[in-house]
């Protein structure tokens, strides 16, 4: 009867054991489940904030070349009279901007209406610059009254656009 009870007691133990292997191995598989899930997450959020840090970039940019001085100083005007040079710089930002306007789903809407301000106020000094010049002004009289603008109001906005950049990207990272 003795070792009866030994067997069945034993029998209970290795049962109880083996149980406790079963739950056991159950558990890892259900952590490296839930790891492997956590790890997917974390990379769609990686992801993401690449993305967005792409958007801030490609939008400072824009605003660096979207900037008076830099747009005249790299946008060519030998040879163009002022009308035609006129032209040309306001398409030059009208196409950079289209060619980014993608980037606004990244970006917050405030940063978004600064570069739409950006774009619209440079095209308005350009237009109202131009329109004081003479018919017969070359591009070159453009550029000098452009440039003489931005240095005499040193207030231009793609400044200020570039630092709400800057400050939004910090906060993603």
């Known amino acids: 009867m003795y070792f009866l009870a030994i067997d069945i007691e034993f029998s209970v133990l290795i049962g109880l054991c083996v149980l406790c292997l079963l739950i056991l191995t159950w558990l890892i598989i259900e952590f490296s489940r839930m790891r492997e899930e956590l790890k997917e ?6 992801d993401a904030v690449k993305l967005r ?4 970039e ?6 660096e070349r979207a900037g008076l001085k830099n747009l005249v100083s790299r946008t060519e005007h030998n040879g163009l ?5 006129h032209g040309v710089l306001i398409e030059t930002i009208k196409s950079e901007f ?10 917050s809407p405030e940063v978004w209406n600064a570069i739409i301000k950006l774009k619209d106020q440079n095209i308005y000094i350009i237009n109202q610059l131009a329109a004081t010049l003479p018919h017969e002004a070359s591009g070159f009289d453009l550029t000098k009254r452009i ?26 990272m």
Request: without cysteine; charged residues 20%; aromatic residues 12%.
């Open 53 to 56: 840090l792409q958007a801030y």
């Open 58 to 63: 490609r939008l400072a940019l824009f605003a």
């Open 147 to 172: 440039l003489e603008y931005s240095l005499a109001e040193q207030t231009e906005l793609n400044k200020i656009v570039l630092d709400a950049l800057q400050f939004e990207a910090k906060k993603a």
């Open 98 to 107: 289209d060619y980014n306007v993608s980037q606004q789903i990244y970006v």
């Open 41 to 46: 997450r974390a990379g769609i959020s990686n």
């Open 81 to 85: 009279g002022a009308g035609m040079f």
